[in-house]
Structures are given as C-alpha cells and as structure tokens.
C-alpha cells in the first residue's frame, strides 16, 4: 500500500509562474520529510527538509511547509526556470538516523516551458 | 567534494546471463542503500549495508544480493537476470550522524533484461 501520495502526478507551467506541489502520507512515525528534485537521468538531491509540527523552510526560490497532524506537506516553487523542469519527490523518514526507513512518494513531474 | 559514483551507467543484458553493479562514495559514510526505481513507483529499498560485512535486505530482496568488501564499495548482483528486473538501479549513502539521515544518491544505473 502507498504509504505516500503526491498530486499532481504532472504539471506544465509557463516560465515565470509559480506552481504547489502536494505531498500526503500515512507513515507512522513521521519523523521528517525531504524534498528531492531528480533531474532526467540524474539522482535525487534534496532540496530541505521538515521536521517539526508546522515547519516552514525556505532555499531560495523553494519553500516548503509540513502538517504534522494533517499529514501534509506541499512545495512552492515561485518564479519558474526551465531548470527547475525536473521530477520532485516527497520522501518520509521513520527515524531521525540512517537506521530509519526511508518511504518515497512516486513523484511530480513539472515541466517549465518558455 | 562529495558523491557517489556509479559504473556502468547504461547496460543490456540477456535474460539468464549474471549482472554486477557497483556503487562508491567519497565521503566515509557508514550506510550504503541499493533501490530500484520503475515508473509510476516510490523509490523501493532492495538492500542496506550498515557497514562492511554487515547488510540487511530491504523490502524487495528477491533475486538481488550484496556484497560489501571495503566502506566506500558496495555491490549489487543479479544472479540470472530476469526481464522484470529491467530498471533504472540507485545507489545511495548516508552518515549515522548525518541531517535527519539525509542519504546522497547516485546518477543510477539503467539496466535492460532482455
């Protein structure tokens, strides 16, 4: 059972646009959540990471929030590049340590066109 | 500067014939992690090293194993590869004393079984 949801499963903005990306989980305990930006054929490299009830992050033109008891976090992105077309995936961790599981949403894929 | 490198980046293979992944990392870190990543699908974690010689399978095991010599190594075999292990392969490290188990991934290996 997917343990972690993200919507939309893809999203087409233009250049300059700012667009939310939603990520829901059912994971217990919920530690922390990261943010991973995957380009095409590349790896995951993370973007920020939650950890408190209501936390807020900021990276730039990324800033993310997280719901604790709702269980929800979304990702802004303001401003759009065409670099920023990449895959984004929510990641929830069980533990605070490398000996925590990690349990990976399935991704949105944002395409910024000009 | 820190990373993780992956060889080979593309590879084919028959059904039946053996494969050989091999992960490195520049960073000293004691965890080492193996996933699989197919379209529409989270992440899914195949096994984890927690150092040299000490591994433990991860949620889809079956038809992998591991091999972990030296700490910045970490190997993943297919013995007799099957058409449904076609996959894009990522590896990934993390410190026990790393940002909330922040893991530092690969460019993945792309792997076709025919």
């Known amino acids: 059972k997917t343990q972690v949801e993200q919507s939309p499963q893809s999203l087409v903005v233009r250049q300059g646009e700012n667009c939310v990306l939603q990520?829901?989980?059912?994971?217990?305990?919920?530690?922390?959540l990261r943010w991973f930006k995957q380009d095409t054929g590349k790896g995951l490299v993370s973007l920020t990471v939650?950890?408190?009830?209501?936390d807020k992050t900021s990276n730039g033109r990324y800033s993310a929030t997280l719901d604790k008891d709702a269980k929800h976090s979304t990702l802004h992105i303001t401003a759009t590049l065409l670099d920023d077309t990449a895959t984004y995936i929510c990641?929830?961790?069980?533990?605070?340590?490398?000996?925590?599981?990690?349990?990976f949403g399935a991704g949105t894929q944002l395409i910024v066109i000009p | 500067d820190m990373k993780v490198t992956q060889m080979p980046r593309y590879l084919i293979k028959r059904m039946g014939e053996n494969v050989l992944l091999e992960c490195g990392q520049d960073?000293?870190?004691?965890?080492m992690y193996w996933y699989r990543q197919d379209p529409g699908l989270g992440l899914q974690l195949i096994y984890i090293?927690?150092?040299?010689?000490?591994?433990s399978e991860g949620d889809i095991p079956k038809g992998y194993r591991v091999s972990r010599k030296k700490r910045e190594h970490f190997s993943l075999i297919l013995d007799s590869a099957k058409t449904n292990q076609t996959s894009v392969y990522f590896c990934?490290?993390?410190?026990?004393?790393?940002?909330?188990?922040?893991?530092?991934f690969g460019p993945g290996t792309r792997l076709t079984v025919l």
């Open positions: 990934a490290s993390s410190s026990r004393t790393g940002n909330y188990a922040e893991q530092f």
């Open positions: 990520c829901n989980y059912s994971v217990t305990p919920d530690n922390h």
């Open positions: 939650l950890v408190h009830e209501n």
């Open positions: 990641v929830v961790g069980d533990r605070g340590s490398a000996l925590g599981r990690l349990h």
């Open positions: 960073m000293s870190h004691e965890t």
């Open positions: 090293s927690y150092d040299v010689d000490s591994n």
